[in-house]
């Protein structure tokens, strides 16, 4: 359950504080030896060209929020926390929050480790107001910017390589976008719709500009800072969960996500065979092989689905729930598949491999159009008050 904080200087504890020019949203956690120097930092060069209140999105399990109270007595604009108890969504998902929450026009975000200049947030606006845009990067890679603070050769290469995938992932939606993976923008409150978002992990820009990308979009460059303290969030998990979210934003079309679907069933083919194989070997006749060798190919895509095609909609059922009726989906196909193998070895003399490869590609289409109605699709709210009364 969430709660709001605010420092001892009038805000209401329950709300963000009065509308000012720009919300800036911090999200952070256990940022506390950052938050005095970034706080410091923004007194010294936004409010005396731009009106500006602060908010921290908090999900921190140190001190940050008292922290950040202690400090904010000294600032000369409202300062707020918003401690979220469980951090859905990570980094990502706490901006969203700060997204709903703030109540300016214009919203920047930005992260509190003391990378991003507060100095180019009036910048940021100004660039947004002049072009008239609804969105504005704050960009590492248009000329006058630099990636100076990645500590070392293989975070530059990681994030040339990540920026590079994203950008060939969606070529329309990132268009005029030379940095995906920055952090550090400015959004109009009017031109993004935060319910529309489902975060994973830090990279909010993308899923910002893929879910919900403002018609107008400019950039500012800006030269990427040293941390200030502490240590990188950029690890080998965040790493995997950026890779899920890339997928997951990609198959987010029902054509997509049909690709999605038979390219893990292709992978499927894998164990399905294999197991298959082993079992003919072993002197078991193909068709019971094929029912037990089934199971590996089963147990394999219900775990990529889940992670990459429906991860969003498992809040639906129960995971057992979804692997129950997987299961019975995939096994059921076993009585369109099974004779249609037979059909193939016994009239066309086709060995059982390529004849159970074969059935597998021809059954594909009912098995995506039947996994997504009957295991992913969240059920009818007028059928449940239906059984109610």
């Excluded at 800036?24 to 410091?40: G, Y």
């Excluded at 409010?47 to 602060?54: D, G, K, N, S, T």
């Excluded at 594909?364 to 992913?376: D, H, P, W």
Aim: hydrophobic fraction near 50%; glycine fraction near 8%.
């Amino acid at each position: 359950m969430s709660e709001y904080t605010a420092p001892a200087q009038g805000l209401d504890a329950v709300e963000v504080p009065e509308p000012g020019a720009v919300t800036i949203v911090v999200p952070t956690f256990n940022e506390s030896a950052n938050v005095r120097r970034l706080l410091h930092q923004i007194t010294e060069s936004v409010p005396a060209r731009l009106p500006c209140e602060v908010l921290f999105v908090d999900d921190s399990t140190d001190d940050t929020p008292e922290v950040v109270r202690e400090a904010a007595r000294d600032c000369p604009f409202p300062v707020a926390v918003l401690h979220r108890e469980e951090p859905v969504g990570g980094l990502g998902g706490a901006v969203v929050e700060g997204l709903r929450a703030a109540t300016s026009e214009w919203i920047v975000v930005m992260d509190g480790d003391c990378q991003h200049p507060p100095s180019l947030v009036p910048e940021l606006v100004a660039t947004g107001e002049r072009a008239n845009a609804g969105l504005v990067v704050a960009s590492r890679y248009v000329e006058g910017g630099s990636r100076a603070g990645l500590a070392g050769g293989y975070r530059v290469a990681v994030s040339r390589g990540a920026t590079w995938l994203a950008k060939a992932l969606f070529p329309r939606r990132l268009h005029g976008i030379s940095d995906p993976m920055s952090g550090f923008f400015a959004v109009r409150r009017s031109a993004v719709t935060a319910d529309v978002l489902k975060p994973l992990g830090y990279k909010i820009l993308l899923e910002l500009a893929v879910r919900s990308r403002p018609r107008q979009v400019a950039e500012v460059p800006f030269v990427f800072r040293d941390r200030f303290a502490g240590e990188s969030k950029s690890t080998a998990r965040e790493g995997f969960r950026f890779l899920r979210h890339l997928a997951g934003l990609r198959t987010a079309s029902p054509v997509a996500r049909m690709v999605g679907f038979g390219l893990i069933g292709a992978s499927g083919f894998v164990p399905n065979l294999v197991g298959l194989w082993a079992l003919t070997v072993l002197g078991m006749h193909y068709l019971p092989a094929e029912i037990l060798a089934n199971q590996f190919g089963v147990a394999w895509n219900f775990l990529l689905i889940e992670q990459l095609l429906f991860r969003d909609r498992r809040a639906h059922r129960r995971w057992w729930d979804r692997l129950g009726r997987f299961a019975l989906l995939a096994n059921a196909d076993l009585l369109l598949r099974i004779p249609l193998i037979a059909l193939l070895v016994g009239r066309f003399g086709m060995g059982a491999l390529p004849a159970t490869a074969l059935a597998l590609v021809m059954t594909f289409v009912l098995r995506f159009v039947g996994t997504e109605a009957l295991v992913y699709l969240p059920r009818r709210r007028g059928s449940r008050a239906r059984r109610a009364v």
